[in-house]
């Protein structure tokens, strides 16, 4: 198989951690007769440093060229600390959703038993969660008008759904639940938002061309308290841009670490692969970040974008080797584990490599 992957480091630590996704598709690809030809783009912070734009028209000409992209992090603290400012990393990665139309975003909690001690969960409560979430991407109040008025006292988001875009996702969740326990659960707050009701109306319809799946509705205020109290009855969840963003970040603690979460957004062409952590700035550049998210990420483009079980199988499998042999980094690691155990980002890097190799 010939394919060619964009990897777009983006700030902070998506430099360091997507040097080791790359190096784990370079192993599968010389161990399984493939052939990944690798480009490399700039965007967010880096960018507006460099030219003054969070996505530059080279970097969104390469994407919209390339197979499939694997992306690190996006973020600058400059900006968090100035909400006036104009320009924003964040803006490149909103605009290169909606230009490669990635509307569906696809965030696997995957539970490894090796760190049921790394997640401020009871591991009782934790053991045999296998989550799937289905997060629309390029609707909801982040892509609405927004308003502040001259005097800096009122400040306005729209929220808004077209129906398309809540069918299109819903009927990506609904097939992945045929595949999975057959069980859906939508999350909303259809009692309070009309964007909620649009939403939960358009699930209701689709789901009677889906009558082997059990579907269930539940307010988002409803499903993030279970989220905690009972993970392990949820399987695949599908909700709106803000609600996902928020549930799936509370779901890292499942986990045990943000840095164990791959994504995959999907549409109708190129697929963008990114670990959910941000640049978290305060460690980049001091080998602390964990690459476990990233590798993760490049075994969810070989199964989703590229179809190859059996390689995106190889590397979920040396992570968990690698887990099983008692390697962390600092942020899975407990009071238990030996400090000669723990591992800076190159190191863990590096023995996943190894037992894919």
């Not at 960018?47 to 060229?65: S, W």
């Not at 006292?153 to 129906?163: Q, V």
Request: some cysteine.
């Amino acid at each position: 198989m010939r394919k060619n992957i964009l990897i777009i480091p983006g700030d902070g630590i998506g430099q360091e951690v997507t040097t080791w996704g790359k190096q784990v598709l370079e192993a599968i690809a010389a161990k399984y007769g493939h052939e990944f030809a690798f480009d490399e783009a700039i965007m967010g912070h880096t960018a507006i440093e460099a030219t003054g734009n969070p996505l530059p028209d080279e970097t969104l000409a390469k994407a919209k060229a390339s197979d499939a992209i694997l992306f690190g992090a996006i973020g600058h603290a400059k900006y968090d600390n100035d909400p006036s400012a104009k320009v924003r990393p964040e803006q490149g990665l909103l605009k290169i959703r909606k230009e490669l139309g990635l509307y569906a975003n696809l965030r696997p909690i995957l539970l490894f038993d090796e760190l049921l001690d790394a997640s401020s969960l009871k591991p009782e409560v934790l053991r045999g969660t296998d989550i799937l979430f289905f997060r629309e991407l390029t609707g909801d109040v982040y892509f609405g008008e927004k308003n502040r008025n001259a005097d800096n006292t009122f400040a306005s988001d729209l929220m808004n759904y077209h129906r398309y875009e809540v069918e299109r996702i819903a009927r990506k969740a609904f097939e992945a639940a045929r595949t999975r326990s057959k069980k859906l659960c939508s999350v909303d707050k259809a009692n309070v938002l009309e964007t909620s009701r649009l939403w939960r109306e358009v699930v209701q319809e689709l789901a009677l061309q889906y009558p082997d799946v059990e579907t269930e509705h539940m307010f988002i205020d409803n499903a993030a308290m279970q989220l905690v109290k009972n993970p392990k009855k949820f399987d695949v969840v599908l909700t709106a841009n803000l609600f996902g963003d928020i549930l799936t970040d509370e779901a890292s603690q499942i986990a045990g670490s943000m840095g164990m979460l791959a994504s995959a957004s999907m549409g109708d062409g190129t697929g963008f692969f990114e670990p959910i952590h941000g640049s978290a700035h305060d460690i980049a550049g001091q080998n602390k970040a964990n690459p476990l998210a990233s590798i993760l990420s490049a075994a969810l483009m070989l199964d989703i974008a590229f179809g190859l079980q059996e390689e995106a199988k190889a590397v979920t499998n040396a992570v968990a080797d690698t887990l099983k042999a008692g390697w962390r980094t600092g942020d899975i690691a407990n009071a238990e584990t030996p400090a000669d155990k723990i591992l800076g980002t190159n190191e863990m890097g590096a023995k996943v490599l190894a037992f894919i190799k």
